[in-house]
């Protein structure tokens, strides 16, 4: 039961790709008025179905079926340099749109391994979901001249937002300096990340941040250390990118 649910979650990303760009495609046919009128509710519908159904029975599902089989073998015996790679892929994965299609990819990465009973990689996503707002909010604190009076503001809601495992509470940061905060938030995630798969650091439930603390069932004292050595590295990294207050405003 298990496998099945891993196979379903994986063959759900490309799955999902296919439908909208197939429902796009159809959705530019050069039609009469008659059709025109019904192609949104019947007939964009109906193809589109149709085709993915096909695809998705005849094509997807026995290929990527062995691939998830074959990487939930070698995953349950990762360790060493092997584990900390993945680590820091999945954490700048979760770092890298802040809750977008690349972090929400990595969620099912490791929902299906938890299907599976291998949840460290789903422990090691959890420290890095919380890191970028978490880390963005401890800048704003101990490096003010970095950041605007409005930014320092919104920090104490950035940290709450990390605490409870919510990676969007950085967009706001990023949005008007992209070039200093994303690269910030990647490395830290990637560091706290690579650091729990590292230190065998294991959580039972799909979600992040401090809040979930209870639930991490091996290695909880780690998960907390990672994160906040990922929390710091960010803030490192954004007092050395971000110029102060002052020479952003004489440019």
Sequence with gaps: MGQMVAYRIA??????????????????WKVNDTLKAIMPILIIPIVTTFVVAMVYIYILV???????????????????????????????????????????????????????GIYGPNGAYRIAVAIPPLGIALSTFISRKKWGSDDRKMGPSAAFMGLIGITEGAIPFAVKSLKTVLPSIIIGSAVGAGLGMLHGVECMVPHGGLIVIAAVNKAPLWYAIDMAIGVVVTAVCLHILRPNIENEKSE
């Design 11 to 28: 063959v759900a990303i490309p799955h999902g790709v296919l439908c909208g760009f197939l429902a796009r495609w159809v959705k530019k």
């Design 62 to 116: 026995g290929p990527i079926g062995m691939i998830m089989a074959w990487l939930i073998h070698m995953l349950s015996g990762l360790q060493g340099g092997s584990a900390l790679f993945l680590g820091i892929i999945v954490g700048a994965m979760a770092a890298f749109d802040m809750g977008g299609p690349i972090n929400k990819t990595a969620t099912a990465f490791t929902l299906a391994l938890m299907a599976e």
